[in-house]
């Protein structure tokens, strides 16, 4: 499960870098400015995704989905428990504090340098 999980996640990084790739079902949820650019990239790159604005999803939304990314946004218990199950989550600024701190997703933490 792991080994796929990277694999799709490098697979949305090589999109950027003009390498051929591998179709997947993505979420976004948040409230970055660019969300739409970062949608409308995804979706040129072959990706069919789902932007939920800035609600985070609820557990029929992550159903089928290979991918969720969580942008400046908190989830929910509904995204812990998918990521829990085995989700690849990608997440920025406090999504990702959410993720560490709020979720205890990883045994890690975030710190403000």
Known sequence: MLRSKIWVVGSL???GL???VVA???LVWGNQG???SIVSFLESSGHTVTNLGNVAPTTAELANIDVAIEL???GNSDV???VSG???LITEWTGAAWALDTANLLEATVSSA
């Open 34 to 36: 660019s969300q739409a």
């Open 80 to 82: 812990a428990a998918w």
């Open 13 to 15: 990084l090589a999109a």
């Open 24 to 26: 997947a079902e993505l």
């Open 18 to 20: 003009g390498q051929p």
């Open 72 to 74: 400046r946004a908190e």
């Open 86 to 88: 085995g989700g690849c």
